[in-house]
Each structure stands twice: as structure tokens, then as C-alpha cells.
């Protein structure tokens, strides 16, 4: 099946640390979202963006939908042990909600 | 405001067998998306239906079918289960024009 292409794969960092992550497509997209998922967890909604350069925050997480509307990126800023999971992004194009999802980022954080 | 509900949580069937799942959307979400979720293929796009009718459909076989009803509760099926088929079944639900999806926690589904 069609995924984003994401990376990294994994991250081991220490608690603290900023985290950045990032999502490409060889489409072009008209909504980002990106998404963290615990174990036995369905995954939850972080941020969503929607027009290209569009910067967000929630916290201490920023996401930025890319100039190009073929890549986004996601920071973590002072990590902490909670924020450990998988990080997806996904994308679609204008007038349908039919995500592609990337390949997700393992986020290990060690205190 | 309740969030997705999936039910059951966890299931197991055997292959030849075949097994609805269940999503209730969040109240006033009238789009209903389903993925499957496996280690190997990530999170795969299922179908998307929207006022009882399916909108969009992803590259799985006509085993995988599904339906909305018209309180947009959504009931997905697959029959004659193969061993492939054991994943994890995620249900989304959208509003309308908001683009935003919003995910319930899953039904695992173990084929043995």
C-alpha cells in the first residue's frame, strides 16, 4: 500500500532533548495531520495544518506544513518520558478525507 | 463530548470465518473512515463512507466491505478471513469540511 515516506525510523534520546521529525510526498497535499500512538492505542490527534507554510503549536510541539505542500515536520521541544510512542504524519488531498499515513517515527526518550 | 468507540476490543476467529466490527463516531461527525493497521504494511486506508454511502474506497480486496447507517454508527465486514487479515482495525471519524480525523482505539483481530 501507498505510505509517506517519514524519518527517522527511530530516535533514542534523553529526556530533554528536542526531537524533529519530517514527512514527504511525491504528491501534493492540501491537509496535514500528525498523530501519536501508544501501545493498544488507537492514535491521537496532535496538530493539524492546512495551507502550505502554515507553522502550529500545541505545546511543546510545533508543525510546520511545507512551502513546497509536499513535506511537513514536527518538533518536540524539552522532551519528557510521556512523549514516548510513534509519531505518524498523514496527508490528503483537497476534497477527500482519504488519508495516506507515513511510516511512523519510535520515539524512546531516557530519563 | 464522547470520543470514537470501536467494539469489540479484541477478537479472535479462524480463517474461513467472517467478523463485523462496530464504530460509533463522535456526535455530530457524519464521515466514517476505516484503516487497517498491520506491522508490515503500516496504516492502510480502508474505505470512507459519509451519509450512508461510501465515498472513498482504498486497494483492498471485496472481501472488506462495510456500511453507515443512518445515525452514522458504521459496521465494517470481512468475510472468509485469512490468516493476513489479523490486525489491528482502526475507525476515524471526520467533520464534515473540517478535514480533521479523529480515531477510536482499535479492534484487534487475531485469525488463527
Known amino acids: 500500500g501507498q505510505q509517506l515516506n517519514q524519518s527517522p525510523q527511530s530516535m533514542f534520546i534523553q529526556e530533554g532533548e528536542d526531537v524533529s521529525m519530517n514527512c514527504t510526498s511525491s504528491?501534493?497535499?492540501?491537509?496535514w495531520l500528525w498523530y501519536k500512538q501508544e501501545p493498544g492505542e488507537g492514535p491521537v490527534l496532535l496538530i493539524a495544518l492546512y495551507k502550505a507554510g502554515e507553522l502550529t503549536s500545541n505545546g511543546r510541539l510545533t508543525a510546520q506544513f511545507g512551502i513546497t505542500r509536499k513535506d511537513s515536520f514536527l518538533n518536540i521541544s524539552a522532551s519528557i518520558p510521556s512523549d514516548v510512542g510513534i509519531y505518524f504524519c498523514a496527508g490528503t488531498t483537497s476534497g477527500t478525507y482519504k488519508y495516506i499515513f507515513g511510516t511512523g517515527t519510535r520515539l524512546k526518550v531516557l530519563a | 463530548k464522547a470520543g470514537v468507540t470501536q467494539t469489540p476490543r479484541y477478537l479472535i476467529k479462524t480463517r474461513g470465518q467472517q467478523v463485523t466490527l462496530s464504530c460509533s463516531p463522535i456526535?455530530?461527525?457524519?464521515?466514517v473512515s476505516w484503516y487497517q493497521q498491520t506491522p508490515g504494511q503500516g496504516l492502510q486506508f480502508l474505505f470512507e463512507?459519509?451519509?450512508?454511502?461510501?465515498?472513498n474506497k482504498g486497494n483492498f480486496p471485496g472481501r472488506f466491505s462495510g456500511r453507515q447507517f443512518s445515525n452514522s454508527r458504521s459496521e465494517m465486514n470481512v468475510s472468509t478471513l485469512e490468516l493476513g487479515d489479523s490486525a489491528l482495525y482502526l475507525c476515524?471519524?471526520?467533520?464534515?469540511?473540517?478535514?480533521?480525523?479523529?480515531f477510536g482505539p482499535g479492534t484487534r483481530l487475531l485469525v488463527l
Open positions: 476515524a471519524s471526520t467533520l464534515s469540511g473540517s478535514g480533521t480525523q479523529y
Open positions: 456526535s455530530g461527525h457524519r464521515s
Open positions: 463512507y459519509f451519509s450512508e454511502t461510501q465515498r
Open positions: 504528491s501534493i497535499f492540501n491537509t
